[in-house]
């Protein structure tokens, strides 16, 4: 999500860091290119403009320039002022005793219908009972769509084939969730390509006759400036109550996210994340911050892990890293918790100093690696993966490698990247928060050398290999890398 955005924001703050003290030169120089950042990131240049004068007044505050860390202090101020960009947001759908209406209008294709769905699921999963609405009138599969999604979210769609009024569907279907003891009613109004004044004047009527909790606009995330100018169109129609913002998980350049709030003063409530219908996250200034500035959103990643991962599991995990233990099955055991959250780069881009790590995987196959590390630790004894250092002889390592399908070069690899990850794993574990989030950020500051974060600190044991052997290593894992593409190829 929003990488390039990430990119720019966090190599503009970088050229500030390191420098000791700032000058008011290189202060502005630095925020000159977070401008540059907001801007090629499609953030509008009204909003930009008032951003860049808010941070610029706080840094070149007497007390920032003459302070010990002045750029950790601009990262802390252009963090403060994202949230409150977007921010605050009032999570809550307003449910009220009897039955609650929310409308969701948007235009053509911004992803209504799927977000009715999503929203019905996340209702029903809070122990109340929505009934969908199909009230688009207007395209003629639009009812089937809203009866395909709700059979497959096993809830109820009202609807009325051949109706031609709008709002007398809703009044029905509010009566009708009376009558069955639905106690949320999700409208899914049409949409039109562009704003005309049909379309709103027919949406103004549904909100007046059926006057609707809340109004929910939902906007395509991808089409940036677009989403913004028509949020704020809607809102003069409507006064939403907030708004949706889809298809995050493309490659939307983030200047919808951060705009909208500051245009419409209607801010987002909920985001959607990919077409399947559990793809709904609410929507935290604080935690999209924090992502956009690349330090991760751990908290999004934890409330996923929490739904995903067996909670028993979880606690007994962090229990065993506060005591400072982390084994090759713990590893083993996390990398199978991790792939039930979903592909590895999305998950990586939520690990706090991982964001930079995404864009450099490129297409490597991630997935196919973790399978091998699991085969790998699987054809392990139990008494090797409390303790790897004893995997140094060559008959252990060639039993290991060949119960895994690898070579046995690969064990050793294994062997040491686990190493390294552990004593940073131990690290973290024993750090109270604070400490925790600064340690954090320190290997952040090393992400220019990402496999800089996996070695582990030097502590004059480690053998140098001399440049040839270093080229017959490079050699022997490309050769490995093509041998892996043919077999995958192969085996497709
Ligand atoms: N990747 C991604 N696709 C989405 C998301 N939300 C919706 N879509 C897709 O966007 C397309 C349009 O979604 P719909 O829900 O039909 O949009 P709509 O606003 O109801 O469209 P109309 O009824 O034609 O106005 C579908 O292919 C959805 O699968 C999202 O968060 N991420
Ligand atoms: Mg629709």
Do not use: W
Request: proline fraction near 3%.
């Amino acid at each position: 999500m929003f990488d390039s955005l990430q990119a720019g924001l966090t190599s503009a703050l970088k050229t500030l860091r390191g420098k000791g003290k700032l000058s008011e030169s290189n202060m502005r120089e630095g925020l000159g290119l977070v401008q540059k950042a907001l801007l090629e990131a499609d953030v509008s240049f009204s909003v930009v403009k008032d951003f860049i004068g808010r941070v610029s007044e706080k840094a070149l505050g007497e007390k920032v320039l003459s302070a010990l860390d002045p750029s950790q202090q601009v990262v802390g101020i252009v963090h403060q002022e994202l949230i409150d960009l977007m921010g605050p947001v009032d999570h809550s759908l307003h449910l009220q005793p009897g039955v609650t209406v929310l409308m969701l209008c948007g235009l053509q294709g911004s992803g209504k219908t799927t977000t009715c769905g999503k929203l019905g699921r996340l209702i029903n999963e809070r122990g109340r009972k929505p009934l969908l609405v199909a009230a688009d009138l207007q395209r003629p599969a639009a009812i089937e769509q809203l009866h395909v999604i709700g059979g497959q979210l096993g809830l109820e769609v009202y609807s009325e084939p051949g109706a031609k009024d709008p709002v007398a569907v809703c009044q029905n279907a509010v009566k009708h969730a009376r009558q069955v003891g639905a106690n949320v009613v999700l409208l899914d109004t049409a949409g039109r390509l562009h704003i005309d004044d049909e379309l709103m004047e027919q949406l103004k009527q549904i909100d007046r006759r059926v006057s609707p909790e809340q109004v929910y606009l939902v906007v395509d995330g991808m089409t940036g400036q677009d989403a913004v100018n028509s949020a704020k169109a809607f809102n003069e129609a409507l006064e939403l109550d907030g708004v949706i913002m889809t298809k995050l998980d493309g490659d939307a350049r983030g200047g919808a996210v951060l705009s909208v709030k500051q245009v419409t003063g209607v801010p987002i409530k909920f985001i959607g994340t990919g077409e399947h219908l559990d793809a709904l996250q609410e929507f935290h200034p604080e935690r999209m911050a924090q992502r956009i500035l690349g330090m991760g959103d751990i908290l999004t990643l934890v409330e996923q892990a929490q739904q995903k991962f067996d909670s028993d599991e979880m606690a007994k995990q962090e229990e065993r890293l506060r005591k400072g233990e982390f084994t090759l099955d713990d590893f083993r055991k996390q990398l199978g918790m991790t792939k039930k959250l979903g592909p590895m780069n999305k998950i990586m881009g939520m690990i706090p100093g991982m964001g930079g790590l995404t864009e450099m995987m490129g297409d490597m196959d991630a997935e196919g690696d973790m399978k091998r590390l699991e085969g790998i630790i699987d054809s392990m004894t139990p008494a090797e993966r409390r303790n790897p250092s004893k995997i140094v002889d060559q008959s252990r390592r060639r039993r290991i490698a060949a119960g895994a399908g690898v070579e046995p070069h690969e064990v050793n690899e294994l062997v040491k990247q686990f190493d390294g990850m552990a004593s940073i794993m131990k690290e973290l574990g024993s750090l109270g928060m604070r400490d925790r989030v600064r340690k954090v950020q320190e290997l952040q500051r090393g992400l220019a050398n990402p496999n800089a974060q996996l070695q582990k600190p030097k502590l004059g044991t480690g053998k140098r290999l001399s440049s040839e052997e270093r080229a017959k290593l490079r050699k022997q894992r490309e050769k490995d890398l093509r041998r892996r593409k043919r077999e995958a190829k192969k085996s497709q």
